[in-house]
């Protein structure tokens, strides 16, 4: 299984507004994929920001690349991001793992 990990902040005023729009774009889009197995999303405030950490399980990496493209491990960005002010790590990481196990 490979599992991607994204991060990016945007300003606290903005925190619930990028949230909801984090979940109806990278989430649902994601999980719309064949291949996908999951998607979560941390949050975390720090200072005037609030981060976002997006985790996304897929079968393998062929479905990574029905997602993200050929350049899988540059961010995948969406149209409305900028109204967010959205800061967005330019690359993701991509880890092939055994097993997802809760904490």
Known sequence: ????????CVPLKHAEGFAKHLE???????????GNR????????QGEWEHFFL???WQDLQSVKIFAGES??????YPDDEEFELLSDPYVFQHEVED????
Request: net charge positive.
């Open 1 to 8: 299984m490979i599992v991607r990990t994204w991060h990016g």
């Open 24 to 34: 109806k774009t990278g989430v649902e889009h994601s999980k719309s994929v064949s």
């Open 38 to 45: 999951g998607a979560f999303v941390r949050r975390e405030t």
């Open 55 to 57: 985790a996304t399980y």
């Open 72 to 77: 899988y491990h540059v961010a995948v960005t």
């Open 100 to 103: 997802v196990a809760p904490l």
